[in-house]
């Protein structure tokens, strides 16, 4: 059974940055990786993904410019860079494993694995 575990969340002023990591207990060569958040009271949305042996990431609109994705196959980790936060990218933050990277969607239904999840609290 793959695992993943997420790390890194935390609270933060707007404007301020966070790094996620999220470990997989398993070679990352043959999964994509999916950054997926969640507010209270709205659907999960995915935000960024990457696959473990392509270099053509993904990031929902929102996040372009702000957010980097990012991947260390000899740890078996993949990173999501937050920069320039805002109120609105406040969520639980979860990792989540597939077999397949779209370059234009990020489905939750199409990723198996799920990690429990990380906090981000982006706040005045």
């Known amino acids: 059974q793959l695992q993943l575990v997420e790390s890194g969340g935390g609270v933060v002023q707007p404007g301020g940055s966070l790094r996620l990591s999220c470990k997989v207990s398993t070679s990352l060569d043959m999964y994509c990786i999916g950054w997926f958040r969640q507010a209270p009271g709205k659907e999960r949305e995915g935000v960024s993904s990457?696959?473990?042996?392509?270099?053509?990431?993904y990031y929902t609109d929102s996040v372009k410019g702000r957010f980097t994705i990012s991947r260390d196959n000899a740890n078996n980790a993949v990173y999501l860079q937050m920069n320039a936060l805002e109120l609105q990218d406040t969520a639980t933050y979860y990792c989540?494993?597939?077999?397949?990277?779209?370059?234009?969607?990020?489905?939750?239904?199409?990723?198996?694995?799920w990690g429990q999840g990380t906090q981000v609290t982006v706040s005045s």
């Open positions: 990457i696959h473990g042996s392509q270099d053509t990431p």
């Open positions: 989540a494993a597939g077999f397949v990277c779209s370059a234009s969607a990020l489905p939750a239904g199409a990723f198996t694995y």
